[in-house]
């Protein structure tokens, strides 16, 4: 979650403790006391032995659950990048029909797995898919979600993916997988939708546009536009076959 969207939770105090924690997470084993960036007081989570990076996410995943399962009695735990705008309000709103065997977002299955770039996946040798999972841009883990990714991560292999890694962790789960339209989590954003409760790939001015936007209107888009469809998730055929885009899902 980026600082702009942090502070802006919290200054419009859309939802406040005990019904919503919110924690910048940053690793801190690089950083001097000095340069730690200024975040609300209380509201950091520190994680002394990750040096932070883009390459470490799968990590800091991993240990901020770790943490949240040894210090926060919580039902769910939304994970949300740093160009992330969250409808808080209303996601808190949907969460209210579910229970704690969730895993909820943006599901892909068709993702052939990565062998050459920044991305590559040279320990994924499961197959040559990686296993459904919830775009990284932003999901929700129910308790049960959390606490077996905690309990186990020590054993947990470590993809450069995040969201392959916690997709793959999770794939023998029962969980109660949801394909949420309503989430734009991809790695490019599908446009604006009023629909929407999740929406990646967003600078800091459109995240206060949209805040913006909702609390004078309603609605978190001065304009709907469109720049790619969106599918909805088929859990009755191979996941090589899941998702195919439809014109009417924005």
Excluded at 137 to 144: F, K, P, T
Excluded at 196 to 216: A, D, G, S
């Amino acid at each position: 979650m980026s600082r702009v969207v942090f502070r802006t939770l919290l200054q419009l105090s859309v939802c406040a403790p005990p019904e919503c924690i919110f924690r910048f997470v940053i690793g801190t084993a690089q950083l001097s006391g000095n340069v730690i960036p200024d975040v609300t007081s209380g509201d950091m989570l520190q994680l002394p032995k990750l040096k932070d990076s883009y390459h470490a996410l799968t990590q800091k995943v991993g240990l901020s659950l770790e943490w949240i399962d040894k210090k926060v009695d919580t039902e769910f735990v939304l994970k949300a990048d740093e160009d992330t705008f969250v409808n808080l309000r209303k996601l808190i709103d949907v969460l209210e029909q579910y229970g704690p065997d969730l895993y909820m977002g943006y599901f892909s299955g068709r993702a052939r797995v990565k062998k050459t770039g920044a991305w590559a996946e040279p320990k994924w040798n499961i197959c040559d898919y990686y296993l459904p999972n919830a775009r990284g841009g932003g999901y929700v883990l129910g308790r049960n979600a959390v606490s077996f990714i905690a309990r186990n991560i020590e054993s947990l292999t470590i993809w450069n993916n995040e969201d392959v890694s916690v997709g793959g962790w999770l794939g023998p789960l029962p969980l109660n997988r949801v394909h949420m339209v309503e989430f734009d989590t991809e790695a490019s954003s599908r446009g604006c939708s009023n629909r929407y409760i999740v929406t990646h790939k967003q600078t800091p001015e459109m995240i206060k546009e949209k805040w913006k936007n909702l609390l004078h209107d309603g609605k978190i888009c001065s304009r709907e536009f469109q720049k790619k469809p969106g599918y909805a998730y088929d859990w009755n055929v191979p996941p090589s076959q899941c998702c195919n885009p439809e014109e009417n899902i924005p």
